[in-house]
């Protein structure tokens, strides 16, 4: 899946769009709105909070930080330890990189949930104004077919670009 990131000019146009992407079997779940705080939405598909914020993206990393940091300090309890420490090792460096890679992600993914989402800043300003930002997922094969369907019926809102991946669960 692809993220397609498009800027409408305000709530009508965004309705339209949304409309032809269901006729066009786009699912509704994979269709997200975000607007300027207190603009009501009504019926159109609100961006969640996962997307709104940086939980995502911290969660990785402190997933891969805490997972290495995990795995230095068992190297190093097997390496300063007594010999049956050495002997089971393996187990010792495994379960200690998986503690870390555990505890990495659940502290930095709590810290993610207060910050704003770093991939949409570049849009900040736009949806300050008044615009709308519309996050469309599709399947890799269709990223060309749904950017000029709304390209050519809506010359007034902007594709913005893709994203190379989304995560499977926000």
């Known amino acids: 899946m692809k993220r397609i990131y498009f800027l409408v000019p305000n709530i009508d146009v965004a309705r339209v769009i949304v409309n032809e992407l269901l006729i066009a079997r786009v699912e509704e779940r994979h269709i997200h709105i975000l607007a300027k705080r207190d603009t009501p939405l009504e019926d159109l598909p609100e961006a969640s909070f996962l997307q709104k914020s940086d939980f995502i993206p911290a969660m990785e990393r402190g997933l891969a930080l805490g997972g290495s940091l995990g795995t230095l300090a068992g190297l190093v309890a097997v390496a300063l330890g007594p010999f049956s420490l050495v002997v089971a090792g393996g187990g010792i460096v495994l379960a200690s990189g998986l503690a870390g890679a555990g505890v990495g ?6 810290v993610g949930l207060s910050i704003g ?11 300050e104004h008044g615009e709308l930002l519309m996050m469309i997922d599709v399947p890799r094969d269709r990223v060309e077919q749904i950017s000029k369907l709304v390209a050519t019926h809506h010359p007034d809102a902007h594709l913005e670009g893709t994203e190379p991946t989304v995560p499977a669960f926000p």
């Open 117 to 127: 989402n770093t991939r949409l800043k570049r849009f900040e300003e736009a949806i």
């Open 105 to 110: 992600a659940w502290l930095s993914g709590m």
